[in-house]
């Protein structure tokens, strides 16, 4: 559920109003959702913007179309709008945007997963790279995949070893060696060449 106070519905209608032509309401939608890159995006929305798939919510004088694949990251969001000298601030909290950290007692992969998306993977974006998990073996073993600049790249030993292997091995209990199952040899656009 998305809570919107009654100044941010005030606001969003007087936008409405000046905006004019086809707009039939607001659109709510996340971007980069479960990263720390997360954030909202708002927009006027026409009726052929939507694809049907949007949840709806009835406000006084408009409606607040939330972007379906967005409606996940955005329970619980709240959107308030205070008046200031300048004019005002809108402000929208969506405590669950950057994803949710597994809980105690998670499964390894999950708890890979979710350090890949919310620290190495936005790190390794600065050179176009990612990195994704392949496999974790019964032993504890971490295979991992990388991808962009990091496919090829002559640092990528440097990167696994004294920067993912030892976050991973920090944080998840259980883990024993994390491993590269990466044919370097194919990588297209490697950020340093080898």
Avoid at 9 to 20: I, P
Avoid at 48 to 72: N, Q, R, Y
Wanted: proline share 4%.
């Amino acid at each position: 559920m998305i809570q919107i106070t009654e100044s941010a519905q005030s606001h969003f209608r007087r936008l409405l109003e000046t905006q004019g032509g086809d707009a039939v309401g607001i659109r709510l939608s996340a971007l980069h959702a479960g990263t720390p890159k997360a954030d909202v995006r708002l927009e006027f929305a026409e009726q052929g913007d939507l694809d049907g798939k949007e949840w709806a919510i009835d406000c006084e004088g408009f409606t607040l179309f939330v972007d379906g694949d967005s409606a996940g990251w955005l329970d619980g969001a709240e959107i308030d709008y205070r008046s200031n000298a300048t004019g005002g601030e809108l402000n929208i909290r969506a405590p669950k945007i950057k994803g949710v950290a597994p809980k105690e007692g998670a499964s390894i992969p999950e708890q890979v997963r979710w350090l890949l998306d919310s620290e190495i993977n936005p790190q390794l974006a600065a050179h176009k790279g990612h990195v994704r998990l392949e496999e974790v073996s019964a032993d504890g073993v971490v295979l991992l995949r990388f991808g962009g600049g990091c496919h090829g790249c002559g640092m990528v030993d440097v990167t696994l070893k004294q920067g993912i292997e030892k976050t991973l091995m920090a944080k998840v209990p259980g883990i024993t060696a994390v491993r590269d199952a990466t044919d370097h040899s194919s990588g297209e656009a490697p950020y340093i060449a080898r």
